[in-house]
């Protein structure tokens, strides 16, 4: 079974820009959330999405907001990015069943 | 509101010898709490959970201890092996929804 493919992992941008990010749950997976991990503040939660419908929100600005497709991948984009934007964003897929939470490997933004 | 805390950033053990992870919590809701275990430039992968209604779960080398009156949970790694170094995330699961604490970072010293 697959795990949970983010995209890109890498990637650099510079102030005022937007950033677009992507994430395939594990198959079978319907629940899809957002993590934002930066040195000493641990896993912040951005959102978590099921059936297509946002069903919970971190305390993160609007610049932060997210999607997923009927499909059940996600997309999470963030707008107007400042520098500290610059963090791992992880996306984690959720097993109903055993209510663990699968994580994929993040994607590492960088904001000049 | 840091609803799960992991008051020590990090923690350094030899190898061989116990390992204790703490976790404290303010919200009594709970399905589970959950360690995660990460590595540098990998996402977090599953260790060990423990559910709202048990007080001990055991795993390998890996046993958590809940405590509810006192909202304090545990994570005991025995023995502790190098491979072990890492960070670890507490969390506390209520329905699909998850919190994590601020993560320890174990060093396991050979």
């Known amino acids: 079974k697959a795990g949970v493919t983010q995209t890109p992992r890498y990637l650099i941008k510079t102030r005022g820009q937007q950033v677009t990010l992507s994430c395939s749950p594990i198959?079978?997976?319907?629940?899809v959330s957002w993590y934002q991990q930066t040195p000493g503040q641990g896993l912040q939660f951005l959102f978590e999405?099921?059936?297509?419908?946002?069903?919970n929100k971190g305390n993160f600005p609007g610049r932060f907001s997210g999607r997923q497709f009927s499909n059940s991948r996600s997309e999470m984009n963030v707008s107007t990015l400042e520098l500290g934007d610059s963090a791992l964003y992880l996306c984690?897929?959720?097993?109903?069943?055993?209510?663990?939470?699968?994580f994929g490997e993040g994607s590492r933004l960088t904001v000049l | 509101d840091q609803q799960v805390k992991q008051n020590s950033p990090s923690l350094s053990v030899q190898e061989g010898r116990i390992s204790i992870l703490n976790c404290d919590y303010t919200?009594?809701?709970?399905?589970?709490f959950l360690w995660y275990k990460k590595y540098p430039a990998e996402g977090p992968t599953f260790l060990i959970s423990?559910?709202?209604?048990?007080d001990k779960n055991e795993d390998g080398r890996f046993t958590v201890f809940l405590n509810k009156s006192a909202k304090h949970l545990s994570l005991h790694i025995v023995p502790s092996q190098p491979g072990d170094s890492a960070v670890y995330f507490c969390?506390?699961?209520?329905?699909?929804?998850?919190?994590f604490g601020p993560g320890t970072r174990l060093s396991v010293l050979p």
């Open positions: 999405y099921f059936s297509e419908t946002q069903r």
């Open positions: 969390s506390r699961s209520y329905g699909q929804n998850f919190v």
């Open positions: 984690a897929s959720g097993d109903p069943g055993s209510g663990e939470l699968f």
């Open positions: 423990i559910s709202s209604i048990k």
């Open positions: 919200n009594s809701m709970f399905d589970y």
């Open positions: 198959s079978g997976h319907r629940s």
